[in-house]
């Protein structure tokens, strides 16, 4: 599902989601897992080769993905992947930084709303012995600050996001083992 035709993030909005997590966590949701399968192969393959819909499936009302295009550089710093949701939604990310095996990407809000300055989120990929990859997912939701958009950032993480970004560090899993053994299997 690859195309270069996408409407990319402004520089400026690009550098706005660059910004190192913070150090208070009250946004941000972790979640790890080990994948059966070695650190430079997950490290190479995930996100480009993996088939979004199986990673970003619905949950609690909450859309998944449908389908995709990526720039051609993709999973190189500066590229982009655009979404579109199964309600229509088209959600542009941009990788922001992609070094030492943390890979960041952001995005700006694809509609205006009055809770979030952006999403960023980090995969933090490590060597766990044996064959295999811990990954960690970091995931901030960035609000505005005011007392709405704080208030509506924690209810959304506390009844959604929390439960679907632990339903996607498990799809991460299962669709990164898929490719690994596909990989084999092509040898």
Known sequence: MN???LTLPTADQVRAMSVPLPQDETYVVTNTTVIDAPLDFVW???????????VMTPFRGFPGAKSWITTPDFNN???SIA???????????????????????GYQMPFRNFIFKFWQGNLLYKDAGNGQ???????????????????LARRIIQFI???YTRTGVA?????????????????
């Open 3 to 5: 195309n270069a035709e």
């Open 44 to 54: 190479e393959h995930f996100p480009r080769d993996a088939d979004i819909s199986r």
């Open 77 to 79: 710093k500066g590229s």
């Open 83 to 105: 979404y579109t949701m199964s309600n229509g939604l088209t959600i542009t990310e941009t990788i922001v930084k992609r070094e030492n095996h943390h890979y960041v990407y």
């Open 133 to 151: 990859t811990e990954l960690t997912w970091k995931y901030w939701l960035a609000p505005k600050d005011n007392l709405f958009g704080r208030f």
């Open 161 to 163: 996001w929390r439960g």
């Open 171 to 187: 799809n991460i899993k299962a669709e990164a083992e898929r490719l690994y053994v596909q990989a084999d299997d092509d040898q």
